[in-house]
């Protein structure tokens, strides 16, 4: 039986207070009024008292309103009806097409059990050089991307959602601009991409609840996927947006605030999303790919500074770059050495002479004289950036390594490389 309650006796923001019992956390309601039905979710209980996150805001809301428990945690539907859709952070539909009830399944579950998981074992390509070579991104991994404002990771997770060899993509978009949001929509749309894409985006003008929801619908959907064997890949942006969702959460619910304002369980918050990325024994897979923006380019900020102890290495963008120093995928050992023989040599020589190059720059710009070697490394540094860590470089694996003999060809001996001679004989393209 439904409980009706008919006193609220704090409404503080969008948060309300009632005094209840028998109602549990997550717990969905109904808030009825003057100006019709809102939905709310249960965020805290203390001595009796519950506090629900009203969805729309309470505004319109007053102390004798009617709060209506559901006895039930948000939902959402994993049916295969949902390829192709876009939705809000509470599950309903954006693309003004009729709302999906079958299949429904609760959010925020548990993470899988270690006994059902299986070693990293399959390398995921996205066409990306910086990704695949340097970086190469394994299927079950957990990787975000740091970056600052303003530079295009947007457009980088359109690129991957419509190149990366998956089944299924599922994008989650937190407190993104509208314009944000309809590149997304027509980019993937145009491409034909989106038949393979589930959309659940919260926008800056939406209620912060459903921003808060939108990690756990996507890695729902994606769980169900993958159990039914698809290889998921989940892109989620901007998890600084997420953690600032629980700040100012927290900040209403008057809880005393950790580092820099945030809750005390930031850490808690963001590893119970990230865990979720997993390689089933017997089925599909779920790989997370996840935006975390850096204000001021400060990587000791709480969220990156926590999501670092948390992921398996990362992303770092700038410049409109994946930079080679500073990033990391830890898994990637697990693959590049069964994709092409040559792949970890061409990946640690470049990387390698790429580092020599920065300090020749520094060099040149002090006013050094630059050596015969100093101007083989300045060729080589301009001719790698410009070819292969330009994000718009869109490439197969082979041919990108391919590539990477070519350039050192092109600028060194083969002897300068440091390269097996083996692979040298076997590799080398002559300028």
Same mark, same amino acid.
């Given at each position: 039986m439904l409980k009706v309650y008919h006193k609220i006796i704090r409404?503080?923001?969008?948060?309300?207070?009632?005094?209840?019992?028998?109602?549990?956390?997550?717990?969905?309601?109904e808030?009825?009024?003057?100006?019709?039905?809102?939905?709310?979710?249960?965020?805290?209980?203390?001595?009796?008292?519950?506090?629900?996150?009203v969805f729309a805001g309470s505004r319109g809301i007053n102390t004798g309103d009617q709060v209506r428990f559901l006895g039930r945690e948000m939902r959402v539907s994993a049916s295969e009806d949902l390829l192709g859709r876009i939705f809000n952070g509470r599950g309903v539909p954006r693309d003004n097409r009729p709302a999906i009830d079958s299949d429904l399944i609760e959010i925020g579950g548990p993470s899988v059990n270690p006994a059902k998981r299986i070693i990293p074992r399959n390398m995921i390509r996205t066409g990306i050089p910086?990704?695949?070579?340097?970086?190469?991104?394994?299927?079950?991994?957990?990787?975000?991307i740091f970056s600052i404002a303003g530079e295009p990771y947007n457009q980088l997770l359109a690129r991957i959602a419509l190149q990366a060899e998956v089944d299924v993509i599922?994008?989650?978009?937190?407190?993104?601009?509208?314009?944000?949001?309809?590149?997304?929509?027509?980019?993937?749309?145009?491409?034909?991409?989106?038949?393979?894409t589930v959309m659940f985006i919260h926008t800056a003008s939406d209620p912060t609840v459903e921003c808060m929801l939108v990690p756990d619908m996507s890695l729902a959907v994606a769980e169900q996927y993958a159990i039914n064997g698809k290889r998921v890949l989940v892109l989620l942006t901007d998890m600084t947006n997420f953690a600032d969702s629980l700040?100012?959460?927290?900040?209403?619910?008057?809880?005393?605030?950790?580092?820099?304002?945030?809750?005390? *369980?930031?850490?808690?918050? /963001?590893? !119970?999303? %990230?865990?979720?990325?997993?390689?089933?024994d017997g089925a599909g897979s779920i790989t997370v790919l996840a935006v975390t923006t850096m204000p001021g380019d400060d990587v000791t900020h709480p969220v990156p500074d926590n999501t670092g102890y948390i992921t398996e290495g990362q992303f770092y963008l700038r410049n409109g770059r994946i930079e080679p120093f500073g990033s990391l995928s830890r898994?990637?050992?697990?693959?590049?050495?069964?994709?092409?023989?040559?792949?970890?040599?061409?990946? *640690?020589?470049?990387?390698? /002479?790429? !580092?020599? %190059?920065?300090?020749t720059l520094e060099k040149q710009s002090m006013g050094f004289q630059m050596s015969a070697w100093d101007k083989k490394l300045l060729?080589?540094?301009?001719?790698?950036?410009?070819e292969m860590m330009d994000l718009s470089v869109n490439i197969p694996l082979e041919e990108a390594l391919d590539l990477g003999w070519k350039i050192l060809a092109?600028?060194?001996?083969?002897?300068?490389?440091?390269?097996?001679?083996?692979?040298?004989n076997k590799f080398w393209v002559q300028a």
């Amino acid at each position: 039986m439904l409980k009706v309650y008919h006193k609220i006796i704090r409404i503080a923001g969008s948060v309300i207070t009632v005094e209840a019992d028998n109602v549990a956390y997550n717990e969905l309601a109904e808030v009825s009024g003057e100006r019709g039905v809102s939905l709310a979710q249960v965020i805290r209980i203390d001595s009796g008292k519950v506090y629900l996150q009203v969805f729309a805001g309470s505004r319109g809301i007053n102390t004798g309103d009617q709060v209506r428990f559901l006895g039930r945690e948000m939902r959402v539907s994993a049916s295969e009806d949902l390829l192709g859709r876009i939705f809000n952070g509470r599950g309903v539909p954006r693309d003004n097409r009729p709302a999906i009830d079958s299949d429904l399944i609760e959010i925020g579950g548990p993470s899988v059990n270690p006994a059902k998981r299986i070693i990293p074992r399959n390398m995921i390509r996205t066409g990306i050089p910086m990704i695949d070579v340097f970086n190469t991104l394994v299927e079950s991994q957990k990787l975000p991307i740091f970056s600052i404002a303003g530079e295009p990771y947007n457009q980088l997770l359109a690129r991957i959602a419509l190149q990366a060899e998956v089944d299924v993509i599922i994008l989650g978009g937190m407190g993104l601009k509208y314009d944000d949001y309809l590149y997304f929509r027509n980019t993937l749309d145009e491409a034909g991409a989106l038949s393979r894409t589930v959309m659940f985006i919260h926008t800056a003008s939406d209620p912060t609840v459903e921003c808060m929801l939108v990690p756990d619908m996507s890695l729902a959907v994606a769980e169900q996927y993958a159990i039914n064997g698809k290889r998921v890949l989940v892109l989620l942006t901007d998890m600084t947006n997420f953690a600032d969702s629980l700040k100012e959460i927290a900040i209403t619910m008057e809880q005393v605030p950790a580092n820099r304002g945030y809750p005390g *369980d930031l850490y808690s918050q /963001l590893a !119970s999303r %990230y865990e979720k990325a997993v390689d089933f024994d017997g089925a599909g897979s779920i790989t997370v790919l996840a935006v975390t923006t850096m204000p001021g380019d400060d990587v000791t900020h709480p969220v990156p500074d926590n999501t670092g102890y948390i992921t398996e290495g990362q992303f770092y963008l700038r410049n409109g770059r994946i930079e080679p120093f500073g990033s990391l995928s830890r898994l990637k050992q697990q693959v590049n050495s069964r994709t092409r023989e040559d792949h970890r040599a061409i990946m *640690d020589a470049m990387i390698r /002479l790429y !580092s020599e %190059y920065k300090s020749t720059l520094e060099k040149q710009s002090m006013g050094f004289q630059m050596s015969a070697w100093d101007k083989k490394l300045l060729k080589y540094g301009k001719r790698f950036e410009n070819e292969m860590m330009d994000l718009s470089v869109n490439i197969p694996l082979e041919e990108a390594l391919d590539l990477g003999w070519k350039i050192l060809a092109d600028c060194f001996d083969p002897a300068d490389t440091g390269i097996k001679s083996d692979l040298v004989n076997k590799f080398w393209v002559q300028a």
